[in-house]
Protein backbone atom coordinates (compact mmCIF):
# COMPACT_ATOMS: atom_id res chain seq x y z
CA UNK A 1 0.00 0.00 0.00
CA UNK A 2 1.95 3.15 -1.40
CA UNK A 3 1.17 6.16 1.02
CA UNK A 4 1.17 10.31 -0.06
CA UNK A 5 4.10 11.96 1.61
CA UNK A 6 1.46 13.55 3.70
CA UNK A 7 -0.33 10.59 4.79
CA UNK A 8 3.02 8.89 5.54
CA UNK A 9 4.22 11.94 7.61
CA UNK A 10 0.93 11.71 9.40
CA UNK A 11 1.26 7.48 10.02
CA UNK A 12 5.06 9.07 11.63
CA UNK A 13 3.43 11.72 13.47
CA UNK A 14 0.52 9.54 15.42
CA UNK A 15 0.86 5.99 14.74
CA UNK A 16 4.47 4.75 13.90
CA UNK A 17 6.15 2.83 16.38
CA UNK A 18 9.79 3.62 16.20
CA UNK A 19 11.41 1.83 13.30
CA UNK A 20 8.01 0.71 12.15
CA UNK A 21 7.21 0.91 8.69
CA UNK A 22 3.10 1.04 7.55
CA UNK A 23 3.24 -2.87 7.02
CA UNK A 24 4.60 -3.66 10.37
CA UNK A 25 1.84 -1.39 11.85
CA UNK A 26 -0.51 -3.08 10.12
CA UNK A 27 0.81 -6.74 11.55
CA UNK A 28 1.04 -5.95 14.92
CA UNK A 29 -2.77 -4.27 15.04
CA UNK A 30 -4.06 -7.56 13.27
CA UNK A 31 -1.94 -10.01 14.91
CA UNK A 32 -3.30 -7.85 18.52
CA UNK A 33 -6.94 -7.76 17.41
CA UNK A 34 -7.30 -11.13 15.16
CA UNK A 35 -5.40 -13.14 16.62
CA UNK A 36 -4.07 -16.50 15.51
CA UNK A 37 -7.77 -17.40 13.86
CA UNK A 38 -8.31 -14.34 12.17
CA UNK A 39 -4.85 -12.00 11.73
CA UNK A 40 -4.75 -12.34 8.21
CA UNK A 41 -8.34 -11.64 7.58
CA UNK A 42 -7.94 -8.37 9.77
CA UNK A 43 -4.29 -7.68 7.70
CA UNK A 44 -6.02 -7.88 4.33
CA UNK A 45 -8.47 -5.48 5.46
CA UNK A 46 -6.48 -2.73 7.20
CA UNK A 47 -3.18 -2.78 4.60
CA UNK A 48 -6.08 -2.36 1.70
CA UNK A 49 -7.60 0.55 3.40
CA UNK A 50 -11.05 -1.00 3.83
CA UNK A 51 -11.76 -0.75 7.38
CA UNK A 52 -9.20 1.03 10.04
CA UNK A 53 -9.82 0.84 14.04
CA UNK A 54 -9.81 3.92 16.03
CA UNK A 55 -6.77 5.85 16.47
CA UNK A 56 -5.98 4.16 20.24
CA UNK A 57 -6.32 1.15 18.70
CA UNK A 58 -3.46 1.48 16.00
CA UNK A 59 -1.05 3.53 18.33
CA UNK A 60 -1.68 0.85 21.11
CA UNK A 61 -2.66 -2.75 19.87
CA UNK A 62 0.33 -5.12 20.34
CA UNK A 63 2.68 -2.54 22.82
CA UNK A 64 2.44 -2.76 26.84
CA UNK A 65 -0.62 -0.24 27.14
CA UNK A 66 -3.52 -2.25 25.34
CA UNK A 67 -5.63 0.62 25.74
CA UNK A 68 -7.69 0.52 22.75
CA UNK A 69 -10.95 2.72 23.59
CA UNK A 70 -11.41 5.77 22.06
CA UNK A 71 -14.17 7.27 24.25
CA UNK A 72 -14.77 7.30 27.76
CA UNK A 73 -17.33 8.83 30.11
CA UNK A 74 -16.23 10.21 33.51
CA UNK A 75 -18.18 11.03 36.81
CA UNK A 76 -17.69 14.38 37.89
CA UNK A 77 -18.98 14.99 41.60
CA UNK A 78 -19.58 17.58 43.56
CA UNK A 79 -16.66 17.56 46.10
CA UNK A 80 -13.27 18.98 45.14
CA UNK A 81 -11.81 15.57 46.08
CA UNK A 82 -13.84 13.53 43.62
CA UNK A 83 -13.71 16.50 41.16
CA UNK A 84 -9.76 16.61 40.69
CA UNK A 85 -10.05 12.65 41.02
CA UNK A 86 -11.66 12.98 37.68
CA UNK A 87 -9.16 15.30 36.11
CA UNK A 88 -6.68 12.77 37.13
CA UNK A 89 -8.29 10.02 35.31
CA UNK A 90 -8.75 12.43 32.37
CA UNK A 91 -4.90 12.92 32.48
CA UNK A 92 -4.02 9.02 32.13
CA UNK A 93 -6.95 8.26 29.00
CA UNK A 94 -5.84 11.46 27.43
CA UNK A 95 -2.03 9.81 27.76
CA UNK A 96 -3.06 6.44 26.83
CA UNK A 97 -4.92 8.16 23.46
CA UNK A 98 -8.71 8.19 24.50
CA UNK A 99 -10.89 10.90 24.66
CA UNK A 100 -13.24 12.08 27.57
CA UNK A 101 -16.69 13.05 28.18
CA UNK A 102 -18.05 14.54 31.42
CA UNK A 103 -21.21 16.01 32.37
CA UNK A 104 -20.85 19.01 34.89
CA UNK A 105 -24.33 19.36 35.99
CA UNK A 106 -23.98 18.22 39.55
CA UNK A 107 -21.52 21.13 40.38
CA UNK A 108 -22.99 23.37 42.45
CA UNK A 109 -23.38 26.93 41.03
CA UNK A 110 -21.08 29.53 41.30
CA UNK A 111 -21.51 31.68 44.23
CA UNK A 112 -23.26 28.78 46.40
CA UNK A 113 -22.35 27.74 50.03
CA UNK A 114 -19.10 25.75 50.27
CA UNK A 115 -19.61 23.80 53.38
CA UNK A 116 -16.13 24.23 55.56
CA UNK A 117 -14.87 27.09 53.72
CA UNK A 118 -14.83 30.70 53.36
CA UNK A 119 -16.24 31.99 50.29
CA UNK A 120 -18.41 30.35 47.36
CA UNK A 121 -18.34 28.02 45.07
CA UNK A 122 -16.52 29.05 41.18
CA UNK A 123 -19.29 27.02 39.70
CA UNK A 124 -19.15 24.53 36.79
CA UNK A 125 -17.17 26.46 33.95
CA UNK A 126 -14.67 27.56 36.06
CA UNK A 127 -13.51 23.92 37.03
CA UNK A 128 -14.14 23.52 33.18
CA UNK A 129 -11.16 25.65 32.62
CA UNK A 130 -9.02 23.46 35.12
CA UNK A 131 -9.39 20.65 32.97
CA UNK A 132 -8.98 22.39 29.67
CA UNK A 133 -5.74 23.78 30.96
CA UNK A 134 -4.70 20.58 32.16
CA UNK A 135 -5.70 18.63 28.93
CA UNK A 136 -3.58 21.19 26.87
CA UNK A 137 -0.39 19.93 29.14
CA UNK A 138 -0.96 16.14 28.67
CA UNK A 139 -1.23 15.23 24.78
CA UNK A 140 -2.42 11.74 23.89
CA UNK A 141 -0.44 9.05 23.69
CA UNK A 142 2.28 11.38 23.82
CA UNK A 143 1.02 12.65 20.07
CA UNK A 144 -1.88 14.31 20.04
CA UNK A 145 -3.87 16.88 21.94
CA UNK A 146 -6.60 15.38 23.86
CA UNK A 147 -10.47 16.00 23.46
CA UNK A 148 -13.34 16.61 25.80
CA UNK A 149 -16.79 16.63 25.71
CA UNK A 150 -18.49 18.94 28.33
CA UNK A 151 -22.44 18.70 29.26
CA UNK A 152 -24.56 20.82 31.13
CA UNK A 153 -28.49 20.43 31.78
CA UNK A 154 -30.11 23.09 30.55
CA UNK A 155 -31.81 23.35 34.47
CA UNK A 156 -28.49 24.41 35.83
CA UNK A 157 -28.58 27.35 37.23
CA UNK A 158 -25.16 29.05 35.68
CA UNK A 159 -26.93 27.42 32.43
CA UNK A 160 -25.60 31.30 29.97
CA UNK A 161 -22.23 31.22 31.10
CA UNK A 162 -21.79 27.70 29.93
CA UNK A 163 -23.86 28.15 26.40
CA UNK A 164 -21.56 31.33 25.69
CA UNK A 165 -18.14 30.46 27.39
CA UNK A 166 -16.83 29.43 23.97
CA UNK A 167 -17.58 32.57 21.60
CA UNK A 168 -14.36 34.26 22.94
CA UNK A 169 -12.42 31.18 21.59
CA UNK A 170 -12.32 29.74 25.09
CA UNK A 171 -11.80 26.30 25.71
CA UNK A 172 -10.14 24.92 22.40
CA UNK A 173 -10.20 21.36 24.11
CA UNK A 174 -13.58 20.93 24.66
CA UNK A 175 -16.95 20.70 22.36
CA UNK A 176 -19.53 21.81 24.50
CA UNK A 177 -23.29 20.28 24.57
CA UNK A 178 -26.57 21.59 26.84
CA UNK A 179 -28.81 18.80 27.78
CA UNK A 180 -32.34 19.39 27.71
CA UNK A 181 -35.44 17.32 29.08
CA UNK A 182 -39.14 16.90 27.90
CA UNK A 183 -39.46 19.72 30.62
CA UNK A 184 -37.32 22.05 29.12
CA UNK A 185 -38.83 21.07 25.40
CA UNK A 186 -42.86 21.45 27.11
CA UNK A 187 -42.15 24.99 28.26
CA UNK A 188 -40.35 26.12 24.72
CA UNK A 189 -43.15 25.07 23.17
CA UNK A 190 -45.34 27.07 25.71
CA UNK A 191 -43.47 30.12 25.59
CA UNK A 192 -43.05 29.12 29.66
CA UNK A 193 -40.48 30.00 32.39
CA UNK A 194 -38.48 27.47 33.03
CA UNK A 195 -37.35 26.45 36.70
CA UNK A 196 -33.18 25.94 36.95
CA UNK A 197 -32.20 23.56 39.75
CA UNK A 198 -29.57 24.13 42.20
CA UNK A 199 -27.73 20.64 41.92
CA UNK A 200 -26.40 20.83 45.71
CA UNK A 201 -30.24 20.45 47.25
CA UNK A 202 -32.59 21.12 44.24
CA UNK A 203 -34.34 24.02 45.41
CA UNK A 204 -35.39 26.28 42.36
CA UNK A 205 -32.55 28.96 42.15
CA UNK A 206 -34.54 30.93 39.35
CA UNK A 207 -36.53 30.84 36.60
CA UNK A 208 -35.87 31.97 32.80
CA UNK A 209 -37.87 32.28 29.46
CA UNK A 210 -37.55 28.98 27.59
CA UNK A 211 -37.07 30.47 24.28
CA UNK A 212 -34.71 33.40 25.43
CA UNK A 213 -32.12 30.24 26.42
CA UNK A 214 -33.37 28.24 22.82
CA UNK A 215 -32.43 31.66 21.32
CA UNK A 216 -28.65 32.44 23.25
CA UNK A 217 -28.23 28.19 22.36
CA UNK A 218 -28.89 29.26 18.72
CA UNK A 219 -26.81 32.82 18.27
CA UNK A 220 -24.10 30.77 20.18
CA UNK A 221 -24.22 28.31 17.91
CA UNK A 222 -24.04 30.64 15.41
CA UNK A 223 -20.74 32.07 16.41
CA UNK A 224 -18.35 29.48 17.08
CA UNK A 225 -20.31 26.40 16.24
CA UNK A 226 -21.24 25.50 19.79
CA UNK A 227 -23.04 23.87 22.10
CA UNK A 228 -24.65 21.06 20.74
CA UNK A 229 -27.69 19.91 21.81
CA UNK A 230 -28.40 16.37 23.72
CA UNK A 231 -31.98 14.73 24.98
CA UNK A 232 -31.50 13.68 28.35
CA UNK A 233 -35.09 11.87 28.16
CA UNK A 234 -34.45 10.18 25.31
CA UNK A 235 -34.37 6.48 27.07
CA UNK A 236 -38.07 5.83 26.86
CA UNK A 237 -37.69 6.11 23.00
CA UNK A 238 -34.60 3.89 22.38
CA UNK A 239 -35.10 0.79 20.19
CA UNK A 240 -32.72 -1.47 23.00
CA UNK A 241 -35.39 -0.55 25.76
CA UNK A 242 -38.34 -1.49 23.67
CA UNK A 243 -36.54 -4.87 22.31
CA UNK A 244 -35.40 -5.68 26.02
CA UNK A 245 -39.24 -4.92 27.18
Same mark, same amino acid.
Given at each position: MEFSPQGRLLLERRYLLPGERPHDLFSRVADAVGGPARSREFFSLVS +????LPNSPTLMNAGTASGQLSACFVLPVEDTLEEIFASLAHMALIHRSGGGTGFSFSRLRPRGDVVNGAVGAASGPVSFMRVFDAATEAVRQGGRRRGANMGVLAASHPDIEEFVTCKQAGGFP???ISVGIDERFLRCLEKGAEYD??? &?RDGSVSRSIDARSLWRLIAASA?? +??? &??VLFLDVEPWLPARSASG
Open positions: +SLLFNFNLIN &PRI +SGE &PG
